[in-house]
C-alpha cells in the first residue's frame, strides 16, 4: 500500500513538473546563429572588404606592368640598335624623347649626359633605373602596408566585440559558460578576417617585388648592352636638344662669361 501510494505520489508530481518545464523551456533565450556571409557583413569586418578589393587592384595592375616585356619592349630593342648601328644617335635621341617609355627613358638619360662622358652616361641610366624602380617599388609597398593593418583592423573589431560582449553579460548577471565562449567565437570571425586578408598581401609582396627585381636587372642588362663600346669621344661636343649643359667658366676667371641678372642689362 506504501509503495503504491509512492508510486502515484511521483507520478502526480511528474505530470506537475511538465508544464512548468515546457513553460521554462519558452522562456529560455534562444541562442541566435549567424551565417558566415553574417558575420563577414560586421561593421567591424567593412573594412577589411576594401583592403581585399585594392589588394585585387594592385595585383592585377603590378603583375600587368612589370612584366619582362614591358620593362624591355623587343620593338624598343630593335629600333634602338638600329639607331645605334647606324650611328645615328641624334635619331635614337629623339626617338626616346618622341616615344616615351622605361627603356626609352633610361637611353634617353644616357644620351643626353654621354657628351660628358662614360661615368656621366652610366650615372644618368643609373638615377633613371632607379627611378623607375622606385616607382614601381612605391606601388608594391601598399601591399605590405595592407598586410601590416589588416591584422589590426581585425583585432580591433575582436577587442571592440569582446568590450561590449562582457558588458552585456556583466550588466545581465549571466554566468553561462556557454554564452561567454559563443559570445568570444562571435568576434573572432573579425579576427579571421583580418589574417585572410593580410596573408595573401604579403605573399604576392614578395611575389611582385621579385619580379620587379627580375625586369629591372633585364632593363640594365639591355640598357648596357647598346651602350657597348660606345664612341664617348666622338660626341664629346655633341650637345643633344634639352641637354645642354648649363655650367660655364667662373665669371672670375678671365674669359669667362659676364653675369647678367634677369631683367637687367650686362653688369
Not at 576594401?50 to 595585383?59: D, G, N, T, W
Not at 662622358?117 to 623607375?132: N, T
Request: aromatic content about 10%; some cysteine; hydrophobic content about 50%.
Amino acid at each position: 500500500m506504501k509503495s503504491t501510494l509512492r508510486r502515484f505520489t511521483g507520478f502526480v508530481a511528474l505530470l506537475s513538473a511538465s508544464p512548468i518545464a515546457l513553460l521554462a523551456a519558452d522562456t529560455a533565450p534562444a541562442v541566435v546563429r549567424k551565417s558566415l556571409l553574417e558575420e563577414l557583413s560586421a561593421p567591424a569586418i567593412l573594412p577589411l572588404w576594401f583592403c581585399s578589393a585594392l589588394i585585387v587592384y594592385l595585383v592585377i595592375d603590378l603583375y600587368m606592368k612589370t612584366t619582362s616585356k614591358q620593362f624591355v619592349s623587343p620593338a624598343a630593342v630593335e629600333a634602338l640598335r638600329a639607331f645605334f648601328r647606324a650611328g645615328d644617335y641624334h635619331g635614337a635621341y629623339a626617338w626616346t624623347r618622341a616615344n616615351p617609355g622605361i627603356l626609352a627613358n633610361v637611353v634617353h638619360a644616357g644620351l643626353k649626359h654621354a657628351p660628358s662622358g662614360k661615368q656621366a652616361a652610366e650615372d644618368a641610366m643609373g638615377s633613371a633605373i632607379i627611378g623607375e624602380n622606385s616607382r614601381y617599388q612605391s606601388k608594391i609597398a601598399y601591399l605590405s602596408v595592407i598586410g601590416v593593418i589588416a591584422p589590426m583592423i581585425g583585432l580591433t573589431g575582436t577587442v571592440v566585440g569582446m568590450i561590449q560582449a562582457f558588458a552585456a553579460m556583466g550588466q545581465a548577471g549571466a554566468a553561462d559558460p556557454s554564452k561567454l565562449s559563443g559570445a568570444i567565437g562571435h568576434v573572432l570571425h573579425a579576427t579571421a578576417a583580418g589574417l585572410a586578408v593580410a596573408i595573401p598581401a604579403f605573399v604576392f609582396y614578395y611575389l611582385i617585388r621579385n619580379r620587379v627585381g627580375h625586369s629591372i636587372h633585364a632593363l640594365s642588362d639591355a640598357a648596357n648592352d647598346l651602350f657597348r663600346k660606345f664612341p664617348y669621344d666622338h660626341i664629346a661636343a655633341v650637345e643633344f636638344e634639352g641637354g645642354e649643359s648649363f655650367a660655364a667658366t667662373p665669371n672670375w676667371v678671365e674669359g669667362g662669361p659676364t653675369y647678367v641678372q634677369p631683367g637687367h642689362g650686362q653688369a
